[in-house]
């Protein structure tokens, strides 16, 4: 089983939609910074997107978040509500970041009118 899940933008903490990730977390330190290969960028909506590439050179940078062993498939059905996975907007994959398989949310759409970001803040 998959209990890690690398998030770059809004679910990280500090950002607005943290609350809804911190609480499948077995403690409040629970996250690590990581990166994974692939490339960011700002939408102009509020949050950004990430394009995972195994072989790119740049990185994503985010954090690596441990979730609750007994909680994953509610955290993860929660997140893909979020990231709209039933309507396509995201595809939840999977990336190894931190030395962890984690669960992660790549941009599947065109990029185009998107800027290329270094992170989210």
Known sequence: M????????T???GQPRWPALARFTPEPNATRAASVPGQLFDTGYGWPA???????????????????PESVDEAL?????IEGVASGLFQ???V???GHPCSA???PGPT?????????C
């Open 50 to 68: 990430a394009v995972f590439e195994d072989a790119s050179s740049d990185h994503v940078t985010g954090v690596v978040v441990h979730l609750d």
């Open 77 to 81: 059905l929660t997140l893909d509500a």
């Open 2 to 9: 998959i209990n890690h899940v690398f998030v770059y933008g």
């Open 112 to 120: 185009e009118g998107f800027h290329r970001i270094p992170g989210w």
């Open 96 to 98: 190894t970041a931190g």
């Open 105 to 107: 949310y790549h941009w």
């Open 92 to 94: 939840r994959v999977i």
């Open 11 to 13: 679910l990280q903490p």
